[in-house]
């Protein structure tokens, strides 16, 4: 499992399966938010089996499938409200972490300095400096 730290209570990561789940718990997880369409996966690990696995421990599971036609600024809000926006500890996934990790970028825009946000992201392993006039312009609701 590859949890990728972008803030102090957000990780994002690439696709999880249920045998992931206690390691989650361990690692502090109560929030888990499935950004990976169940088109993109096996049954053995479409939302509802993770979604099953890890309210059996008390996690509790969002599921916004994102595709990269799909981000815009509405979606991004319902995604930060899903996750970051929580008091939860976040884990959000797809299928190699990036779409969760965007989608983490572009809703902090107006929240968080740019710099801020591409240090945090080049941290985790995503390079997103591209993005910079995108955020420039803080890609929120409305905008």
Same mark, same amino acid.
């Given at each position: 499992?590859?949890?990728?730290?972008?803030?102090?209570?957000?990780?994002?990561? =690439?696709?999880?399966? !249920?045998?992931?789940?206690?390691?989650?718990?361990?690692?502090?997880?109560?929030?888990?938010?499935?950004?990976? !369409?169940?088109?993109?996966? !096996? =049954?053995?690990?479409?939302?509802?089996?993770?979604?099953?696995?890890?309210?059996?421990?008390?996690?509790?599971?969002?599921?916004? =499938?994102? +595709?990269?036609?799909?981000?815009?600024?509405? @979606? @991004? &809000?319902?995604?930060?409200?899903?996750?970051?926006?929580?008091?939860?500890? +976040?884990? %959000? *996934?797809? +299928?190699?972490?990036?779409?969760?990790?965007?989608?983490? &970028?572009?809703?902090? %825009?107006?929240?968080?300095? @740019?710099?801020?946000?591409?240090?945090?992201?080049?941290?985790?392993? *995503?390079?997103?400096?591209?993005?910079? =006039?995108?955020?420039?312009?803080?890609? +929120?609701?409305?905008?």
């Amino acid at each position: 499992m590859d949890l990728r730290q972008v803030a102090p209570r957000y990780f994002v990561s =690439p696709q999880i399966g !249920p045998e992931d789940i206690p390691d989650l718990v361990s690692a502090g997880i109560t929030r888990i938010l499935c950004n990976r !369409p169940d088109d993109e996966v !096996p =049954p053995s690990h479409c939302a509802e089996v993770i979604r099953a696995a890890a309210e059996t421990t008390g996690i509790t599971f969002a599921q916004q =499938p994102l +595709t990269m036609q799909r981000i815009v600024p509405e @979606v @991004v &809000a319902a995604n930060r409200a899903l996750g970051a926006d929580t008091e939860d500890v +976040t884990l %959000a *996934y797809c +299928t190699s972490g990036t779409r969760s990790c965007l989608a983490w &970028a572009l809703g902090q %825009a107006g929240r968080m300095t @740019v710099q801020d946000i591409l240090d945090a992201t080049r941290a985790a392993g *995503y390079q997103f400096e591209h993005l910079k =006039p995108m955020l420039d312009h803080r890609f +929120t609701e409305g905008s």
